[in-house]
């Protein structure tokens, strides 16, 4: 066990399919005392993990309730964010929850007996978004429900791919309420104005196939490719392995054009590219092509 677990923890793993094998069977099996070894922090309702160079990877952990989105677990997920989007040995992040459920919504029973007062005067999901101002790219991984809240996180995210099993939805009409993370405006975007009328006002769920069909995910990884967790570690590392500068700024110009109009939004892209041609990496990656040669980035 402890040296799958030096193999889990360690940056420069060799196989990121078997840390990944290791990071599923630790969830179920690692005693705390082990996995108070570990150099990464230990937190009660998500795992972190580094299963490639410069890839993060984050697992909900909250089995019993269907990773039901909480407060102490968004904490959780806010505070790993924020570190890895500091730590600059991390240059992708992956985001996942379990096979049943990726996340079954915002945790109802810590929301039923919440007056107005309180949820407005406490800016109740305000905190709740704050994946979508870091500058890492993050990567959904979804498999199983992604209802409510977990559909709307899945869509903070920049990327989405899904398993064949995944199952997304924002259910909240079913219980009294409209999606409150973003929901009614992501999925909009994502997948236009008739349909998300039809997922939010009827409530009813729709597959991994409609979603991909719809542009709402990249790509729905099939089962005889392996685990949609083994195919965003490594298309997280394919990102971290480009010039995080131009990997960053590819990212805030592609937001732009859903915060901005299209002439603000091409002129934008026109100056984010120009400014590139300040950085190192730009000057090695066209010198790189000129002679033949791979790029070696600096991320400066
Ligand atoms: N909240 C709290 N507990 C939950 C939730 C949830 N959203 N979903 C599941 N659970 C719990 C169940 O209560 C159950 O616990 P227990 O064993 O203690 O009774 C356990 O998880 C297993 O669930 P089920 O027994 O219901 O499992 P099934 O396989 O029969 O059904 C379903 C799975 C279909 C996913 C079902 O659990 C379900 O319908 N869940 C609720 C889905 C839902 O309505 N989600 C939307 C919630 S509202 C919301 O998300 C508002 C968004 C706010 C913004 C968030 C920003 C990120």
Same mark, same amino acid.
């Given at each position: 066990m402890a040296s799958s677990l030096l193999r889990l923890r &360690?940056? =420069?793993?060799?196989?990121a399919a078997a840390v990944l094998r290791n990071h599923r069977a630790l969830r179920h099996a690692t005693p705390l005392s082990v996995r108070l070894m570990s150099t990464e922090k230990q937190y009660e309702f998500i795992l972190t993990s580094r299963p490639a160079d410069g890839v993060a990877l984050i697992t909900l952990n909250r089995p019993k309730a269907l990773n039901a989105l909480c407060t102490p677990l968004f904490n959780e997920l806010n505070e790993a964010v924020k570190a890895f989007d500091n730590?600059?040995?991390?240059r992708a992040l992956v985001l996942t929850g379990s096979e049943r459920a990726f996340a079954a919504g915002a945790d109802i029973k810590e929301m039923k007996d919440k007056e107005f007062s309180e949820v407005f005067k406490g800016k109740f =999901?305000?905190?709740?978004? =704050?994946? &979508?101002?870091?500058?890492k790219p993050i990567i959904a991984a979804v498999s199983g429900y992604a209802l409510g809240g977990g559909c709307e996180l899945a869509l903070m995210c920049d990327i989405i791919l899904a398993s064949p099993t995944a199952t997304f939805g924002q259910p909240e009409i079913n219980i009294g309420v409209i999606p409150g993370g973003g929901g009614s405006q992501r999925l909009a975007h994502a997948i236009g104005k008739s349909r998300t009328m039809e997922i939010v006002l009827t409530g009813r769920n729709f597959s991994a196939q409609e979603a991909a069909d719809w542009g709402m995910v990249s790509r729905v990884v099939p089962a005889e490719e392996g685990s949609v967790v083994d195919a965003a570690v490594k298309m997280a590392a394919v990102i971290a392995s480009k010039s995080q500068i131009a990997v960053q700024a590819g990212k805030e110009v592609v937001n732009a054009a859903y915060e901005q109009s299209l002439q603000e939004g091409l002129r934008y892209e026109r100056r984010v590219f120009h400014s590139l041609f300040a950085t190192k990496d730009q000057k090695e990656g066209m010198s790189a092509f000129a002679e033949k040669r791979k790029p070696t980035w600096t991320h400066s």
């Open positions: &360690t940056p =420069l793993a060799s196989s730590d600059d040995s991390v =999901l305000e905190s709740w978004s =704050l994946l &979508t101002t870091i500058r």
